[in-house]
């Protein structure tokens, strides 16, 4: 069964970092892209990061660039999202998704549960 | 950036009513379109690709149409538990944009 799971959520002042894990288990991790989508209370979805299989190609929105960072470890099946210099526009909950084609043209067949981030002082 | 566009925002329909929402690309796509349904409090579902594939495990009354600019989601006989928030989605580059939702009730 195909599972992802986030973690890492919580409570961050402007300006702070927090670090998001996306946990995979169930298929074969490394030959699938992930991608990081958000979604703001009320709001709609709003893709924010992907990264292919291998690692080799990263994929930002404008809006988090230059801010996040997307990374992997095959060895751990998990991706993560550095996130830094967050504000309230960040606050959101994040979900990770498997990414079926490629990572910069890819849809999501299966997503984890989402981790709320709270950029707040 | 190819920006997307939904119609309409919501709509209220009876139990058996065919539905149709709109989806629009302000560029063409080819058939890069895909279909999530989210329900009240729950993660999104992917629910067809390629504009017309319907993903495995998806009741056959949700359909998809179109290419270019110009989608289509069908729900043939609307049920109780199709209420929910759908959303599509480009994925023919980055930025991977979403539409910004139609919400479906039961009347």
């Known amino acids: 069964e195909v599972q992802l799971l986030e973690s890492g959520g919580g409570l961050v002042q402007p300006g702070g970092s927090l670090r998001l894990s996306c946990a995979a288990s169930g298929f074969t991790f490394s030959t699938y892209a992930i991608t990081w989508v958000r979604q703001a209370p009320g709001k709609g979805l709003e893709w924010v990061s992907a990264?292919?299989?291998?690692?080799?190609?990263?994929y930002y929105a404008d809006s988090v660039k230059g801010r996040f960072t997307i990374s992997r470890d095959n060895s751990k099946n998990t991706v993560y999202l550095q996130m830094s210099s967050l504000g309230a526009d960040d606050s959101a909950v994040y979900y990770c998704?498997?990414?079926?084609?490629?990572?910069?043209?890819?849809?999501?067949?299966?997503w984890g549960q989402g981790t709320l981030v709270t950029v707040s002082s | 950036d190819i920006q997307m566009t939904q119609s309409p925002s919501s709509l209220s329909a009876s139990v058996g009513d065919r539905v149709t929402i709109t989806c629009r690309a302000s560029?063409?796509?080819?058939?890069?379109l895909a279909w999530y349904q989210q329900k009240p409090g729950k993660v999104p579902k992917l629910l067809i690709y390629a504009a017309s594939t319907l993903q495995s495990g998806v009741p056959s009354r949700f359909s998809g149409s179109g290419s270019g600019t110009d989608f289509t989601l069908t729900i043939s006989s609307l049920q109780p538990e199709d209420v929910a928030t759908y959303y599509c989605?480009?994925?023919?580059?980055?930025?991977?944009?979403f539409g910004p939702g139609t919400k479906v009730d039961i009347k």
């Open positions: 560029q063409g796509i080819s058939n890069y």
């Open positions: 998704a498997r990414t079926r084609v490629a990572a910069g043209r890819g849809y999501y067949d299966y």
């Open positions: 990264i292919s299989g291998n690692g080799d190609n990263t």
């Open positions: 989605q480009k994925y023919n580059s980055v930025p991977l944009t």
